[in-house]
């Protein structure tokens, strides 16, 4: 067991720059949700949103104190998140995204130095996101592994990027792209090159027309020819080289997801509170809040809901301790599987207790019921997960399938 190298100065940095972070986060959650309905109705892009996360410095969460960030730890990061998505769901798998990879990169400390701290000051001093270009229509998510098709081919000014990439969140707003690509090598290798947006060559093809999660703006991205500096390889190895990640950079994406839906739950539960408790039909002469069988179903939402919270801030809490193991990464898929599939049945309990009025779309329970299910698609996925649980407690290895 050992501390983590980054958000390591939670408490310090959080009450020196943000006494009332919660309060704050709070009010940009209410703020958020009044448009919500708004950007997902249009499949529309909340730029305002990010406008304000830029002016109350919550972009730079998990940014490095040295670089002008806060370096919060991941029980502060799951919290902002959660909240977050409370108010705008889209909004917070952006930020979520951005968050992961600033934390991430301040973790291993790969990328060049200077390029780091270029990045870092970017997103303090204002709107500069960046977010991973992974997924390709071929390969799919790398995730399961393959080599991608987009190529990096060495120039004498640096390196030439051509490819095509899917379900990139957050693309309207991205200052960067982080991209996913192999070298055209005899023996490739594999790795992430820094792509600024405006460029020659880049270009967004607004594709992202979804169920849920629609203000998120995951458009797909066709580079041609894009040349970059040498120092924009930011972490490039032999494919071998990736066959053992970091345990607790991949928990910390598990987590975080886990937070945000379960900030989409939440939010559904206190809508249909609200809405319980102002229905009033007249031949019961009373609110929908006294039937022993509506209080019993919002009973079976609370457990959900409270179960949640446990797994997500007692892991939490335990990484921020430096109280983990090497098999951080498999409990926190686990706190992921657990926490997205109690999401989805608070919901649905809630759609299933009240009939038509759950699935209107003048309601907010219908869009957080599309919401919360596109937690089935995020990396690692469920069958993954109970995959790798199985192995593990049969001990078998994946080299023994």
Known sequence: MSKPPVLEASATATTKFLPNLFELVDSLAADFATRAATHDRDSSFPFENFDTLHKAKLLSLTIPVEFGGLAVGYTTACKVIEKIASGDASTALVLTMHYLQHANAARHRRWHPAVYEKLCRESVEGIALLNAARVEPELGTPARGGLPATIAKRTPDGWSITGHKQYTTGSPILRYFVVWARTDDDEPQVGSFLVPRDIPGVKIVETWDHLGMRATGSHDLILADVCIPPEYALDVRPAKAWSQPDPLMLAAGSLLLSALYQGVATAARDWLVEYLNERSPTNLGASLATLPNFQTAVGEIEALLYANHRLIYSLAADIDRGEHHTNVNLSAQTVKYLATSNAIKAVEIGVQLIGNPGLS?????????????????????????CSALGRSALSITAGDR
């Open 361 to 385: 779309k003048k309601n907010p329970l219908e869009r957080h019921y599309r919401d919360v299910l596109c937690s089935r698609i995020h990396t690692p996925q469920n069958d993954v997960i």
